[in-house]
């Protein structure tokens, strides 16, 4: 009963969405709606995952100096890992969330320098901040609140003196001396000097022009006169007389007129005040904020001042009434019972083997994503639906209240990428082109450049044997097809680990195959390397302005084979007719080809059929053009037909015609 009973100042769990995990808010204040549900004013409590990258920094610098400075035992990286789950940041915004969605209770505390971090770990729904974060301006500073406990802050206290022993250290340079009270009157007198103080100061505010528009009233200007502060210096009047009543009494009313003093009540106008009550309403007894946003034009200690002095007025007490009544009217405490409904993300129906994962769309034999474990009595789906990845119960339980997973994994920073990224659907197209690498030729060369760096994947033997092995978890052909979707390599090693175990059935053969040593391979490369021949400069250049962009040879940067290799014999161009005297064939040599970029490659080629290189097209059998569609590579020899007839030559004669 008492677990699940929430009152104000309580931190609880609220469960926003079934999949993601809960928020930490703290209750101030509960209510009820006109539809008779309860409603809760919460303050929100922010994790590592809700804040940016460069936050997470300096979050990261800040927890490295409180290490140093509190002098922490050293903690594995697994704890390390775990603690920034229980780091949270609070905030000064608010929000109403209904009560319904209280899943449960925790502890949050100001993180202390003599706190060991360690023991938060220990304890069951422990969380700790020591940053304030704000959601608007996007930072993140120390909380002012920080109380100041531990060895630098301490007192250091002299030993004490024997009896009879002096002391021998200055004491005008450790204090002043304000007040004797050994002085020579008598405390009737005193208080009469005190009671001419208070008379002196009514009269100089009766003098005052803006003390008589603030005080109209004698009694107002009487009240003010009688404050702490005409007290404070009637007496410091008396300490620097030499405790004279003669000597006080001429300094209280000196020749310019009487001596006026005024505290922070009367230095203060109704519309300052005003805005006080309103930033102290706001930001509580925060007065770096009030003087921030409210109160520029005044010094911080002025507003402390102020404050404990408006304490003392009626405007406080009325308020404090004010917020009594209201309290009494709101709701001091609310039941909300435990939530028992099913949760949507749930994988596995009752009944089913345990450690067999018997939802449609999943793979099967898949082990939890954090404790790798295939044994749970119950899973839940986690992360991308395309990644196919779950939780087993202790796991989800763990992912629900703190946020991450107990060990780190590749989709630790998945939902920071897609909560990145989600800005860019609603982009236009002209936009999100904007955004592309290829905009600009910068940007494409070095995405070119990164391109093609080399890699080599390496695989182990369990990977191997696990690609044989798991061959019906695997699934390579349709993996083939989809090379899209990612496969849960973890889960393929652990069913192979699983099979391994066991006996099988039918021995599994291998195949080996014999690798020479690299000396035969770079010998068999320099004996299959086509040779290349320099060219004279003098070498033609080619005929036509698309001559200069066909490929060359069997190296050419679009692949083609040239039309020479085709034919067997016949010099043909590109066109499909005869080369000229003044046209050179592929080949020639040629001269050295510059390295065309991949970005600045040059457009497609179009070759235009003419009817000779259809009449060979026509030459060629079915078989002889599957043969070239498979191997392009090797040439063909195709017997050439005869070339059309030359048309006859004209002549610049006239024709005579005979009857």
Known sequence: MAANMYRVGDYVYF??????????????????????????????LFRRRDISTQLNSLADNNARDF??????????????HQLKHRELFLSRQFESLPATHIRGKCNVTLLNETDVLTTYLEKEDSFFYSLVFDPAQKTLLADQGEIRVGSKYQAEIPDRLAEGESDGRVQE??????????????????????????????????????????????????????????????????????????????????????????????????????L???????????????????????????????????????????????????????LKQVYIPTYTKPNPNQIMAPGTRPGMNGSAGFQKVLSCESCHTAQSPQWYAWGPPSMQCRLCASCWIYWKKYGGLKTPTQLDGAARASMEAAPRVHMSRQEAQGM???????????????????????????????????????????????PYVPINSNAVKAECMIRLSKPSKAPVKAKTSPRPDLATIVKELALNAPLRLKAASSVPTPIGGNQGNQPRGISSLLGKRPFDSQVGGAQLSTNGRPFTSGMRTTSQSVIKRQKVNQGDSPTPVVFVATKYTRSLRKALTQTQMRRAARKPHLPLTVKVPPPPPAPPAHSSEPIVLED
Request: proline letters at 4%.
């Open 276 to 330: 006080f009550e309103e930033a102290l309403e706001k930001y509580g007894k925060d007065f770096n904020d009030i003087r921030q946003d409210f109160l520029p034009w005044k010094s911080l200690a002025s507003i402390v001042q102020f404050y404990y002095m408006w304490k003392t007025t009626d405007r406080y007490i009325q308020q404090k009434r004010l917020k009594a009544a209201e309290a009494d009217s709101k």
């Open 436 to 482: 592309s690498p290829f905009n600009n030729s910068a940007g494409r060369a070095k995405l070119l450049a990164k391109n093609r760096q080399t890699f080599i994947l390496q695989t182990t033997k369990l990977s191997r044997v696990a690609r044989r092995v798991c061959h019906d978890v695997l699934q390579p052909r349709r993996a083939a097809r989809r």
């Open 173 to 274: 340079k450790l204090e002043t001396k304000v007040w004797d009270p050994d002085n020579q009157l008598k405390d009737p007198q005193i208080d009469q000097f005190l009671v001419v103080a208070r008379a002196v100061g009514t009269f100089a505010r009766a003098l005052d022009c803006s003390s008589s528009i603030r005080q109209p009233s004698l009694h107002m200007s009487a009240a003010a006169a009688s404050r702490d502060v005409t007290l404070f210096h009637a007496m410091d009047t008396l300490a620097r007389c030499g405790y004279d009543l003669a000597r006080a009494m001429c300094s209280l009313a000196p020749q310019g007129g009487p001596v006026l003093c005024r505290d922070e009540m009367e230095e203060w106008g109704a519309s300052e005040a005003m």
């Open 67 to 80: 290490e140093e400075d509190s002098k922490q035992p050293p903690a594995s990286e697994s704890q390390k």
């Open 15 to 44: 469960e926003n969405s079934s999949s993601n995990p809960y928020v930490i808010r703290r209750i101030e204040e509960l209510s009820k709606t006109a539809n008779g549900n309860v409603e809760a004013k919460v303050v929100c």
